[in-house]
């Protein structure tokens, strides 16, 4: 008998269609199979995706041009699911989803602001040079600044902690600590493979 795929079974298809050359050989097969995978994962439950799980899917969607505005909401739901363990989340993997969101031009607000308080949180040792470009892009060009509970009633706008300048401080705060809180996953791994690329502006979609 055929057995469904999993949520991490289809994001490792989708990564690795949007990491081939097969979008430019044969894209109307792309976007058959995307949009019967789109489907699919509008099945599962929220808590049925890890953070890791919702990044690369929105990543490979993004980078083959499938938009499909269901999905991109259901994957936002996932992500800001109330259960979900801060040792999900990775600079790289918030870096991984603002990019995706943003190359489909996406103004999703409530993440926007899930993900600035993820990363306002974030031990400084955990921001790579990439994801801190990323951050910092995608948060400029939304004009969105989102204030730390610390310093949003501060009259001083000087001091104002907003999640560009967060993030930045952290990337130099990073470049002389070796430090990183155990709370939250590991910056560096290797799942990320192909995904994390696209922090840089890597893969096809442009």
Not at 47 to 72: E, G, P, W, Y
Not at 99 to 111: I, K, M, N, P
């Amino acid at each position: 008998r055929h057995r469904a795929l999993s949520v991490s079974q289809m994001a490792s298809v989708l990564g690795a269609i949007a990491g081939s050359s097969l979008v430019w050989v044969d894209a109307s097969s792309v976007e058959r199979v995307c949009t019967a995978l789109s489907a699919s994962l509008l099945l599962y439950p929220p808590h049925a995706f890890t953070v890791a799980d919702c990044a690369i899917i929105a990543s490979a969607m993004a980078r083959v041009k499938a938009f499909d505005d269901a999905l991109f909401q259901h994957i936002s739901r996932a992500v800001r699911y109330k259960g979900r363990r801060r040792s999900e989340f990775s600079s790289q993997a918030v870096g991984v989803l603002l990019f995706a969101y943003s190359r489909v031009q996406v103004q999703d607000g409530e993440l926007l602001a899930f993900l600035a308080d993820v990363l306002v949180d974030m031990p400084p040792a955990f921001f790579t040079p990439q994801a801190v470009s990323v951050v910092v892009t995608v948060y400029a060009r939304a004009h969105l600044r989102h204030y730390s509970p610390a310093t949003s009633g501060s009259n001083n706008n000087n001091n104002n902690n907003y999640v560009a300048a967060a993030s930045y401080n952290s990337y130099n705060n990073n470049l002389n600590s070796g430090g990183g809180g155990s709370e939250w996953g590991s910056s560096s791994g290797g799942e990320w493979g192909s995904s994390s690329s696209s922090l840089g502006g890597g893969g096809g979609a442009g």
